[in-house]
């Protein structure tokens, strides 16, 4: 609403003003720095990466327009989409070597690039005509004026910049950025393919402002390389992301008028362009020490507090009345589906079950430290199959092994007939491996609804694409936030909720992956009894629905009451594999790991011990 009234507003100006040349040009440079703000939001905003060399797109831009209108004798106007795509290359290029890592490195190279882009113009005489520049001819239209259609192009690139970044925002491909920003390795085990989802995003955010350089060039009729090529523009635009509101989506706008705004005041009262670096660096300052997350955001939280929300109060009362588990199109491995269809219920796992996850002679050393010792495991389809063994026997890092947090030092993962074990981890999550955590990684700064819909089970254009706010995707969230009983909670950040009803959301952003097996690390652990009681519910409902399970769990009753068979871990290796009771009895699991509480009486008939209840307690 309040964005329509401005941009209708800023439309009439030159209709109201059309002999006004100098707030007209104040104007279209504002637009002009909102473009570049808005853009660098998609890669550094939503995708969290930041990029101190992004004016170098503009400066491409500029001579791609530039010289190809010198060369072909056209108005670079016409060719001002060219530099566009120049920019859109570069960023690719820069990203495909750049963005396979993760962390720093990229902020020191995008400044490395932008000085880069500064030396090659300046030498590459025969094509940049150097340190000269090119001069372009001048508008066609009529000097008086001059800015007017200028105004118009620019305004116009601003909308659709705007208009992009917004459905960037509401796609799963805006979701998977900012669970990037929010925590890497988590995205990665989701499903986002994070080296694809930053190189894209560092393209997307690198075409609009080449386009917008190319229509600069003719703006100003001169290039050269010290002014397309200055640091001081690329302080600029994070200068007016940082004040607006970094993530946003109209705070890097806000935020260019503003920065635009002070720049001119600077340039006029301050004593020329030199007083401008140092106002620059005041602001800079200031704004990280007093508005570190920017003015619409401070507005925003400001707003909220003064009229706050009706938030009910977070017990467990919406997980006791969940709705019932449903599945998706992934087809179920043919065993399940076939007992599935068969038993219309759950049929437990067998030893005659085919492997649906085989862990083959795999290591993992920390230094000195074997965590993991050439560790044997298989999983057969449709079983509850439990991992238990003391603290530090490995069982997390197995996990991270296969789900490919970390990599094996030797062995062999097979996962659905498939070797995985050099995968990555988005790769795993597509062919159906999820994973939930010890310690829940949900993405804070999410709501919980974004959280559930953020997983991608498969590295189509279409998935990545697809509108996460409303449709399918966002109703197969909401439908797997009822499976847990958390569906009226899908508004509220993942962070304000109970750690238990964090785990239960995990579990639903697992189900997303439409997983074939879901790794799940303690997830009694920290929850209370009537919640546990309901995830057991669920995990056994999913079973029967042809999900297997491989559980990590210290909460033995409840391990002995849902888990068929149990595996026992001790220092990397099993020690132990069988059903429950025969485990429970084992003189090996006992010394090892269960003690003497669980050692059967002389007296006591062959060991079977009362499975208690799913709620916590160790009966004993
Ligand atoms: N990233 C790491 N760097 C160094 N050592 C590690 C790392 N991760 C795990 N370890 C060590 O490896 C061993 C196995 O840890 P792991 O977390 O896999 O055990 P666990 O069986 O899951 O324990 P718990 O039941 O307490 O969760 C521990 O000694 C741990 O300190």
């Known amino acids: 609403m309040i964005a329509g009234l401005c941009l209708v507003a800023l439309l ?121 520049g090119i001069t372009l001819e001048l508008p066609f239209w009529g000097r008086d004026f001059q800015n007017i259609p200028f105004y118009y192009i620019f305004l116009s690139l601003l909308v659709l ?23 890497e390795g988590k995205a990665a085990s989701i499903g986002v393919n994070t080296t694809r989802f930053k190189i894209v995003a560092y393209a997307a955010s690198a075409f609009m402002i080449g386009t917008a350089g190319g229509v600069y060039a003719y703006y100003l009729t001169f290039i050269n390389p010290i002014g397309s ?4 523009g690329s302080v600029l635009i994070v200068l007016a992301t940082l004040t607006g509101g970094r993530g946003t989506l109209y705070g890097p706008v806000i935020g260019a008028f503003i920065v635009n705004l002070v720049s001119e005041a600077a340039t006029v009262y301050g004593g020329g362009s030199q007083s401008r670096v140092l106002i620059f660096g005041l602001a800079l300052m200031l704004v990280v020490l007093f508005l570190p997350k920017g003015i619409l ?10 009229h706050p929300a009706e938030v009910e109060y977070t017990d467990q009362a919406g997980a006791l009345n969940r709705g019932p588990v449903t599945t998706r199109e992934r087809p179920l491995p043919e065993v399940v589906a076939a007992g599935v269809a068969d038993e219309g219920a ?27 010792d050439g560790a044997d495991l298989t999983v057969r389809q449709g079983t509850i199959t439990a991992l238990i063994g003391p603290n530090g026997s490995g069982k997390t890092t197995l996990f991270n092994l296969i789900t490919g947090g970390m990599a094996a030092d030797s062995g062999e993962i097979w996962f659905d007939g498939r070797r995985i074990d050099g995968m990555r981890p988005w790769k795993r999550g597509h062919l ?57 909670m899908a508004d509220q950040p993942a962070g304000s909720l109970s ?36 995830l057991t519910e669920v995990i056994r409902e999913l079973n029967a629905a042809g999900v297997t399970f491989l559980i990590v ?49 002389a007296t006591d008939p062959p060991a079977h011990h009362s499975p208690g209840t799913a709620t916590g307690e160790v009966v004993r």
């Not at 882009?117 to 094509?127: G, H, V």
């Not at 995990?506 to 009894?529: F, H, R, S, T, Y």
């Open 12 to 132: 009439m100006y030159p209709v109201v003003n059309p002999w006004e040349p100098y707030p007209q040009a104040v104007l279209l440079l504002g637009f002009l720095l909102a473009i570049q703000a808005s853009s660098w939001n998609i890669i550094s905003g939503y995708g969290g990466y930041t990029s101190l060399g992004h004016s170098m797109f503009l400066g491409l831009g500029s001579y791609t327009a530039g010289i190809l209108a010198l060369r072909w004798g056209v108005n670079p106007l016409w060719v001002a989409p060219l530099g566009g795509v120049t920019a859109l290359v570069i960023a690719v290029l820069i990203g495909s070597v750049v963005l396979r890592t993760r962390g720093h490195a990229f902020v020191i190279i995008t400044i490395a690039m932008l000085l880069a882009a500064q030396i090659i113009a300046t030498n590459f005489q025969s094509l940049t005509q150097g340190s000269d």
């Open 161 to 183: 910049t705007v208009l992009f970044s917004a459905w960037l925002r509401r796609t799963k491909f805006g979701a998977g950025l900012v669970a990037i920003r929010e925590d």
């Open 229 to 232: 090529f200055a640091i001081l």
């Open 297 to 306: 955001p401070t507005v925003e939280a400001w707003c909220r507090r003064r």
């Open 346 to 372: 759950r049929r437990p796992g067998s030893g005659d079950d085919p492997p649906l996850l085989d862990v083959r002679g795999v290591s993992k050393r920390f230094g000195g430290l074997t965590a993991v």
């Open 432 to 488: 159906g491996l999820g994973r939930t955590y010890q310690v829940t990684r949900l993405f804070k700064e999410m709501t919980v609804q974004q959280n559930v819909v953020a997983p991608l089970p498969d590295s189509r254009w279409r998935t990545m694409l697809s509108d996460a706010v409303h449709g399918h995707e966002a109703d197969r969230a909401r439908e797997l936030l009822d499976i847990v009983g958390l569906g009226r």
């Open 499 to 534: 750690f238990g009803q964090q785990k239960l959301v995990e579990l639903a952003q697992v189900l997303m992956l439409q997983p074939k097996l879901i790794l799940l690390d303690e997830p009694a652990g920290g929850v209370n009894p009537s919640l546990l009681g309901r």
């Open 553 to 601: 769990e210290h909460n033995i009753p409840l391990v002995l009451e849902l888990c068929d068979p149990v595996v026992v871990f001790s220092h990397g290796a099993p020690i132990a594999e069988g059903p429950p009771e025969r485990i429970q009895a084992d003189p090996v699991v006992l010394d090892a790991y269960l003690g003497d509480d669980w050692r059967p009486a």
